[in-house]
DNA sequence: TAATAATGAGAGTGATTGCTCACTCTCATT
DNA sequence: AATGAGAGTGAGCAATCACTCTCATTATTA
């Protein structure tokens, strides 16, 4: 029955093309049609599978919440707390290669958090799967380490923000303001560590 | 004739009520009669004052990028950097102050920044007028703290950038997780600038 | 007051949209 | 060979869209 991940082969090919289509056109920006011709599926095939095109939609937000994959960006951060020390640079290096992975996932991220918010459902599976289970598994280290006096006591959330929202500005940024700057992601990644660190370290 | 700013009142009207419409639904999940209703003119009135549904939106671009309201947040951050002493209450203040106007303008920002992707002319014009003018105004003092030797010499941009993503961060996060978090938004800002400054004083 | 411009109301247009449905194709089982 | 189930097809439908047009009414200006 041609099934992985519980989506056959002309499921797959259909989400495929529906990420590509919805990331350069958004999701009332595209057209079945297009999704369709893209697939190399008639357009009644994509109504066979999924009900309606915000079906689709969902169909990829399902894809991305199972997809562990994305959490697996917070196990170095993690790391990088417990230690408290950015130098340890193949914990770094990590981070980097994730990071690349989601790098090219930040369009479809952020197509999915920008649609979201038309749909409730879709707001509520994001934020509970996927904001706050990132929250708290960066938390729970920090308030560890605040516990033992290394860490200032500013509030947790706060701290995991400034931690966290830096690094995703900067791939953020990236993607619309190409500078060149001779540097390389490693280095840029290590640099936002160690400013967010010696914030962070009492002493 | 009406004007203010280069407005008409009728485009005025038009132009607010749009602001309202596309950020409940997304551009091209809003139509021009919904607009119109909005506004309380006639659809066809939409059509003689704005060539097309997208010369709304290129309108309120250039309202966005015409209103130094919102460059007027580096600013006081620009205070900061200069005294390198988050406790300086009365700047740190008129910061809240400034992006509780922010805030109010927050989804709008996100409309603009998603859906000038989609527009070349709109993306050139946001990261030229706004991004790289604001980024370029905070690095500037940034780089005068760092040839004094107060700063430490990591790369300015990224200092930049992990100063201002936080403060965003947060408050598009406060959007859509209304931690309820018994800490008002000044507290909140605070912390957020301690965190940034004592990983960027020497010593 | 007369002339001019702006607007409201709303029907109309062609193009496009999401979605349907009658039909075909494939292939395993009978 | 006959059957049945399920995947795939694509022409076509009803609805909607951005946008236009007309015309009576109101507001502005001379």
New interface residues.
């Given amino acids: 029955m041609d099934k992985a991940l519980g989506l056959t082969k002309t499921q797959k090919k259909i989400i495929d093309a529906a990420i590509k289509v919805f990331s350069v056109?958004?999701?009332?920006?595209s057209t079945t049609s297009e999704i369709a011709q893209e697939a190399g599926v008639a357009e009644g095939t994509i109504f066979r599978h999924f009900s309606t095109k915000k079906g689709i939609l969902q169909s990829i937000l399902l894809q991305v919440v199972d997809n562990y994959q994305l959490l697996d960006i917070s196990d170095p951060l993690v790391e990088v707390i417990e230690r408290g020390d950015s130098q340890s640079q193949s914990k770094v290096s990590s981070i980097i290669t994730q990071s690349q992975e989601v790098m090219q996932q930040v369009p479809l991220l952020?197509l999915l958090f920008?649609?979201a918010?038309?749909h409730p459902e879709m707001?509520q599976m994001l934020?509970e799967r996927i904001?706050?289970p990132i929250l708290e598994q960066i938390k729970e280290p920090i308030v560890k380490q605040q516990s033992t006096g290394y860490y200032?006591n500013?509030?947790a959330?706060?701290?995991t923000?400034?931690l966290?929202?830096?690094l995703?500005?900067?791939l953020v940024?990236k993607q619309?303001?190409p500078?060149q700057?001779n540097?390389d992601e490693e280095e840029?990644f290590k640099?936002?560590l160690?400013?967010?660190?010696?914030?962070?370290i009492n002493q």
Same sequence: chains 1, 2.
């Fill in positions: 056109k958004g999701f009332e920006g952020k920008y649609e918010q038309f707001q934020v904001t706050k200032r500013y509030n959330c706060l701290m923000i400034s966290f929202a830096p995703l500005g900067y940024l619309f303001i500078e700057e540097m840029a640099q936002l160690d400013i967010w660190l010696y914030g962070v």
